[in-house]
């Protein structure tokens, strides 16, 4: 990077977070601390919502994803508008109404004290854990492609982000996010247009655009119906709406964001703001992945993408095995190149029998190039049999620091940094408010004061802080942990979901009832998953109407005996 | 339901919540036959 590319980048971080600690200095009672007062509008609720969604790798995989897979990742979040306005209807006016710190403490209102801290220990849990991969993930990235020491930015990110949560509390993370979404934004926007300026030396927008559907990455919508594919209509609407109603009404991570409005209509118009914004933001960031995808029909692709795993082969006894591998990679672009051209030239003259010649050339020459990525891929293997084999994550981020002018590719690597921090904040500040309000203020110590209280949620954000920066290290010794992780929180919160839905639309349904039915349909999930192939967003599905019919033939039996 | 039917404030906008709650639904419906139209079109 350049002197001017270190400047944004570093400027960026700095006014964020320095303008966050300013605008919330001297948090004086747990009010202000956990819930921000009470005083959050709509538009930093919405901003806050979004930042904490959208982490580090939202920016880096999604468009890699795009890139190699098409668009039809979004209709994951096809359900997510429908969450927002069950969510704005029932939790929040709960929420509000029982004045909550967290969404745990509904349930000892609801039910009793063993119900709430069981759905706080696995929150507790799977979000302290998976907080870790938020940093680890972009960490290990960002080192492979700036070639810095992964200790060293995994450091500065958790730092960082733990000296300003501690330092403000939920003001300071909902403050920092709204600036951190506005350059996430800005950045990803920018970088759209430069990659449309760059094609536009070759073909004008809308053939881009042609192209690319063609070559099947428009596929924003696919009606088929299959349990074991994870992106289509179905799963997105059913799976997405009860994975977007767990995530939102009931991991403290968001429910953080909303409880700290003004009113119930600023909380309210927070979330249904990001039920309208999420799929356009969605769709922005996997069209310019798709756009990088056409960039790449024009102008050589490197023959992997994680040039660290590359290296490693060029010095290996391998490393003839991968030249002849680029030079076949070099040879099939040039023929790829010349079909992409002959298919705009059809698209211009319109002659429709050219099209699909150049479509079926096209398609044979697709079937060559998964050919010699699996090449690709077995010879790094054999170089490095720990080899990571998936290169998509570095699509964007190569794409990013080889054709990005000066300057941009600070404010792009300042985008990731603020993506990771934002995302990253938001956790560890639900992490401390749930192990200080549900654990130690509820069964550990009961009637301290509330600076003691300020003080305990303080340090747990600073312990949790170093556990995140300790776990975010040791992850790349653990790589079988990782995957287990990422798998564990769709695991779970369906489950989680089944009781607060029981909570609030099931009054027939009592505490003994539920405790037994969400213990049955844990049991019930965890077998799915380790003897079927069930896409993992249908466990939310499944875990949640387990908890509800487990409930009611539990609480029917236990009436009638 | 409580709260449908006696609203804390009101939405920007609309008379009520449930103007507000059609409108994001409806706007998902607007996305998804947009999203279709995508798809079909340029494939």
Known sequence: MSIWDWLVLCGTLAFIVGYGMWKTRGSKNIETYLMADKSMKWWTICLSIMATQASAITFLSIPGQAFADGMGFIQIYLGLPIAMVIISITAVPLYA??????????????????????????????????????????????????????????????????????????????????????????????????????????????????????????????????????????????????????????????????????????????????????????????????????????????????????????????????????????????????????????????????????????????????????????????????????????????FIMEQMPVGIVGLLIAVIFCAAMSSTASQLNALASTTCIDIYKRSLNKTASEQHYLNASRLFTILWGVFLMIFAILASQLENLIQAVNIMGSLFYGTILGIFLAAFYFNYIRSQAVFIAAVLAEVVVLACHFTTTISFLWFNVIGCVLVIVFGLVIETAHRKL | MTELENPEGKPPFFKSWKGMYIFVLANLAVTILFFYLLTVCLR
């Open chain 1, 97 to 398: 109404k029982l004045k909550v710190y967290t969404a745990y403490e509904y349930l000892e209102n609801r039910f009793d004290l063993k119900t709430r801290s069981l759905a706080a220990l696995l929150f507790l849990v799977s979000r302290g854990l998976s907080a870790g991969i938020t940093i680890y993930a972009p960490s290990i990235i960002l080192s492979a492609i700036l070639g810095w020491n992964l200790t060293v930015t995994t450091i500065v990110i958790c730092g960082i982000v733990t000296i300003y949560t501690v330092s403000g509390g939920t003001k300071a993370v909902s403050v920092t996010q709204q600036q951190q979404v506005a350059v996430a934004m800005t950045g990803m926007i920018v970088a759209g247009l430069i990659v449309i300026y760059k094609l536009s030396a070759d073909l004008s927008f809308t053939e881009s655009v042609k192209v690319a559907g063609k070559m099947g990455k428009i596929n924003l919508v696919d009606f088929s119906f299959d349990l074991s594919n994870r992106y289509n209509f179905w799963s997105g609407i059913i799976g997405g709406l009860f994975l977007s109603l767990s995530y939102f009404g009931t991991d403290q991570s968001q429910v953080a964001r909303y409880i700290s409005g003004e009113s119930v209509t600023e909380s309210r118009l927070g979330l249904l703001f990001n039920g309208l914004l999420k799929l356009p933001m969605q769709f922005i960031i996997l069209f310019i992945g798709v756009m990088v995808f056409v960039f790449y029909q024009y102008h050589q692709p490197p023959v992997f993408f994680n040039k660290t795993e590359l290296a490693t082969a060029y010095n290996s006894p391998y490393a003839s095995e991968i030249k002849d591998l680029e030079q076949k990679n070099e040879l099939l672009f040039k023929q790829r190149k010349e079909a992409t051209k002959q298919l705009v030239e059809s698209f211009r003259t319109g002659d429709k029998g050219a099209t699909e010649q150049s479509e079926g050339r096209l398609k044979d020459l697709k079937a060559q190039e998964t050919n010699l990525k699996k090449s690709v891929q077995s010879t790094l293997q054999k170089a490095n049999p720990k080899a990571e084999l998936k290169d998509t994550d570095y699509v964007f981020l190569t």
